[in-house]
């Protein structure tokens, strides 16, 4: 989609810091990180948001969670947060389909601001 700054980084126009790619998805290092280990996992086909998981894309969304299952074990975390903000009042600030991994340092729950 233009002007979608997560499908320009998909598509190597704008760069990022990889973790992980192959042709479907690519995972890489948040701008602003919330922990000593931080990172997105997106889709590089252009999904809106977790309100746009429909049975025609949520085999992407099954392959994001076996990347995360793989992209912590190389990283060494055992212990980590999985969060997609989804609508402005949950803060995305992207739209484009994205879980944010976090991890290396101890989180609260409920979740804040
Ligand atoms: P959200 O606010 O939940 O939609 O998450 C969007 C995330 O994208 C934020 O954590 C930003 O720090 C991150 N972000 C924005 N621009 C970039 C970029 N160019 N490279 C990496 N992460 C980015
Ligand atoms: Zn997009």
Not at 24 to 46: E, M, R, S, T, W
Not at 47 to 69: H, P, R, T
Not at 73 to 88: H, I
Request: proline residues 5%; contains cysteine.
């Amino acid at each position: 989609m233009e002007d979608c700054l997560f499908c320009k980084i998909a598509k190597g126009d704008i760069p990022s810091k990889k973790v992980y790619e192959d042709e479907d998805l690519l995972a890489f290092y948040d701008i602003d990180p919330q922990g000593p280990v931080h990172f997105l996992v997106i889709p590089k086909q252009h999904i809106g948001s977790c309100a746009e998981i429909d049975e025609s894309n949520s085999a992407i969304v099954a392959k994001c969670f076996e990347v995360i299952a793989k992209c912590t074990k190389e990283l060494g975390l055992e212990s980590f947060r999985v969060v997609s903000n989804t609508g402005l009042q949950a803060g995305q600030s992207v739209n484009h389909l994205h879980f944010h991994v976090i991890g290396g340092r101890d989180m609260t729950w409920p979740p804040g601001d």
